[in-house]
């Protein structure tokens, strides 16, 4: 059985082959897969500084394109 870090390794090896055309996008996801290979064998500090990378990654991304739409429920 897959562990979540393996599923989000093939969702954004899938999603970097997608963006390859863009290297905007491609930077992103490179910088997603080695948060990513990082984590894998992470100890708590290290996690920890995973996570403010994370964390700066979402501020980035929330200044280029705004922050996460809220989803409407009907």
Same mark, same amino acid.
């Given at each position: ?5 393996? &599923?989000?390794?093939?969702?954004? !090896? ?9 290297? /905007?996008?491609?930077?992103? !996801?490179?910088?997603?897969? !080695?948060?990513?290979? &990082? ?13 403010? +990378?994370?964390?700066?990654?979402? /501020?980035?991304? +929330? ?7 809220? !989803?409407?429920?009907?």
């Amino acid at each position: 059985m897959a562990t979540s870090l393996d &599923q989000a390794l093939l969702y954004f !090896v899938d999603l970097r082959l997608r963006v390859r055309d863009s290297p /905007q996008a491609r930077a992103i !996801v490179d910088r997603c897969l !080695v948060l990513l290979a &990082q984590a894998r064998d992470a100890d708590l500090a290290t996690f920890a500084a995973l996570e403010a +990378e994370i964390d700066a990654l979402r /501020q980035e991304l +929330e200044g280029r394109w705004g922050p996460k739409a809220r !989803v409407k429920v009907h």
